[in-house]
């Protein structure tokens, strides 16, 4: 027994002798006589061990003051009114009960729970800073965004701190309105944030809403950043559920938050079949997307998770975090480049993955474009058909190649170079009898390397200008956590076909304007466009207005997965035609213009970005 837990056991005697002494006080207006101090003497040890025994019986000390709630009032009440109903049977028993009033017994119990209950909620309001409006002298003030379960919880635990104060909630349900929770007001609805801001002397708000649509969180955040407030988010759903932290463990909004992505549901019992207790294999894996994709796999407990990575640095990088992270996961730690065929066939022949997931590509668009244009095709095709060769060779089940929205109608070397790659799998799949290969477009993933964001972000702690090529750009965003899911959901669906060949495409939601993310960045970094301007600098080498997640010559088919597609190309290529290109991709070199014209002659969609240029067709908004 803890010293704290006696000095509580010891209070509540104390109440249940005060209360006693204070009952037959109230019976004889505290006009007391020996007689009745006698009669208090007998029978208080009898009153203190029944109580006692009650108290015990119903776990009043498993509890803890500072959390004080309404199931422990209940057990306060239970207790109390079983004593209450003993104590005279022993006072009878005892002969005693002549020398105590009926109103005493009546008096007592009523006293004591006064006692017991106002001791304990007095407490918790003193921790929690409520007791004599003590909460209501310091802390920032603070407009909660969200009157659920969740902005509820929220205040409660912020009414413990010095930081903050809470002032008002704000919530798009109109019957919460004008009402009031925790004493503090539902005070308008959410697009109202401004106005109540400023009428309130506000300067941060927060968002508590983790459980509904992120489109409602992300129009939350975009009113109260153009208010001018700083704004912050509670933990996700994911993050409280596990317990990893707590929801008054605020942060600030970043720019994922505004994109508006609702959760993947995955069909994790499927991937747990797929990859669990099997080898399986990450090209680039020290890449933003390939390192996110090991992190993903790990869940599912494979036999072992084989990085294979061609910069060094990228490798110990990642192989420190799993050592950290995942240290009972068997890993093999490869360096390679997926353009040495012998060092791939060494590495299979040594593992032999049943999974393979090819991310390892060249992706920077205007890098890869002019003087580089020959090495992107080698590393992105010749590099391709190299993995999936020795996938081929060695008995793997299913190659998933990771390729990009830049390769539907593609105005430059990359997207070109990526497309032939996807054109070279589905000619390797009529070769394979034993591995299914599936190729998986997405579009532009928000934070990873060579991305607009962290540039945006280094030029912004600079002082600006954010430098933004045109002013209408448009690009498809995701996270890169979501990438990764759904590459692994694809593969699964690829799986159970019994056809490969598939072209997956994902789910990008609505296209974005790269200048409105460098609006919402300056934003959210606590500036305006007054402090940091935006300057748009013209369209890159092989850069397009507009990118496409479908061809010309393609339509889509659904399949399980809400955020997932098939693309149906026409015309597929022959041994004939993959023949030929690997005798185009043998030449040691080819200079800018050679590349280019090989390129347009072996992928038809291929040409400028101002032929290529046109209304963004998605396969998710017209059906």
């Not at 692994?488 to 939601?509: K, N, T, W």
């Amino acid at each position: 027994m803890t010293t704290r837990i006696l000095a509580v056991i010891l209070f509540d005697l104390f109440a249940v002798a005060l209360a006693w002494v204070a009952s037959f006080l109230l019976r004889f207006n505290f006009n007391a006589t020996a007689t009745v101090w006698h009669a208090i003497g007998m029978t208080l040890p009898w009153v203190l061990a029944v109580h006692a025994a009650s108290f015990y019986r119903f776990g009043l000390y498993r509890g803890m003051w500072r959390f004080a709630s309404l199931p422990d009032l209940k057990r306060i009440l239970l207790a109390v009114g079983l004593a209450a109903l003993v104590v005279p049977l022993v006072l009878f028993m005892t002969q005693r009960l002549v020398d105590v009033p009926r109103s005493v017994l009546v008096l007592h119990p009523l006293l004591l729970v006064l006692a017991m209950g106002g001791a304990r909620f007095a407490y918790r309001s003193w921790k929690d800073g409520h007791l004599l409006s003590l909460g209501e002298l310091g802390g920032e003030p603070l407009l909660v965004l969200g009157a659920g379960s969740a902005g509820v919880e929220l205040a409660r635990a912020l009414a413990g701190t010095r930081q903050w104060r809470v002032v008002g909630f704000l919530d798009d349900d109109a019957a919460k309105i004008g009402r009031r929770v925790l004493d503090v007001p539902v005070l308008a609805s959410l697009a109202k944030v401004g106005p109540v801001a400023e009428k309130l002397g506000v300067r941060h708000a927060v968002i508590a809403m983790p459980h509904v649509a992120a489109g409602v969180r992300r129009r939350a955040a975009e009113a109260a950043t153009k208010a001018g407030l700083s704004v912050l988010t509670v933990p996700t759903m994911d993050d409280l559920l596990s317990g990893r932290v707590a929801v008054s463990q605020l942060r600030k909004v970043e720019l994922e938050d505004l994109l508006g992505r609702e959760p993947i549901a995955l069909d994790s019992a499927g991937l747990a079949e797929l990859l669990g207790g099997r080898v399986v294999l990450v090209t680039g894996a020290g890449g933003s997307i390939g390192s996110e994709l090991c992190r993903q796999i790990a869940r599912f407990a494979p036999a072992q998770l084989v990085l294979f990575e061609q910069s060094e640095y990228a490798l110990y990088r990642i192989a420190q975090e799993f050592a950290g992270q995942f240290p009972e996961l068997p890993l093999a730690e490869v360096i390679g480049d997926v353009k040495d065929a012998a060092r791939l066939a060494q590495v299979f022949a040594e593992v032999r993955p049943a999974v393979v997931f090819h991310a390892a590509a060249y992706k920077h668009v205007p890098l890869m474009e002019n003087a580089n244009a020959w090495a992107a095709v080698r590393n992105n095709v010749q590099g391709t058909l190299n993995v999936a060769r020795a996938a081929m060779a060695h008995g793997a089940r299913e190659f998933v190649l990771i390729s990009t929205d830049k390769a539907v109608n593609p105005a430059n070397v990359m997207g070109a170079s990526k497309r032939l790659a996807e054109l070279a799998c589905q000619a390797l799949q009529a070769e394979s009898a034993t591995t299914r290969f599936v190729m998986v477009r997405f579009g532009n993933v928000l934070g990873s390397s060579g991305s607009v964001i962290p540039r945006f972000r280094e030029q912004i702690a600079a002082g600006g200008p954010v430098t933004v090529t045109h002013p209408e750009i448009i690009r498809y965003f995701m996270l890169i956590p979501e990438a990764a899911q759904l590459v692994l959901q694809a593969g699964l669906l690829a799986s159970r076909e019994a056809a490969g060949g598939r072209i997956f495409v994902l789910d990008m939601g609505e296209p974005v304007k790269i200048a409105d993310l460098a609006r919402d960045l300056i934003r959210l970094s606590g500036f305006g466009e007054e402090d940091i301007r935006i300057e748009f600098t013209g369209l890159r080498p092989g850069e397009k207005l507009f990118e496409e997640l479908l061809a010309d010559g393609e339509a889509t088919q659904p399949t399980p997965h809400p955020k997932l597609r098939i693309a149906r190309p026409e015309g597929v290529p022959d041994g004939d035609w993959l023949a030929e290109l690997e005798a185009w991709l043998a030449a040691p070199l080819r200079d800018e213009a050679a590349t280019k014209n090989g390129l347009r002659a072996r992928v038809a969609e291929y040409r400028s970005p101002a032929e290529n240029e046109k209304t963004v067709r998605s396969p998710f908004t017209t059906g």
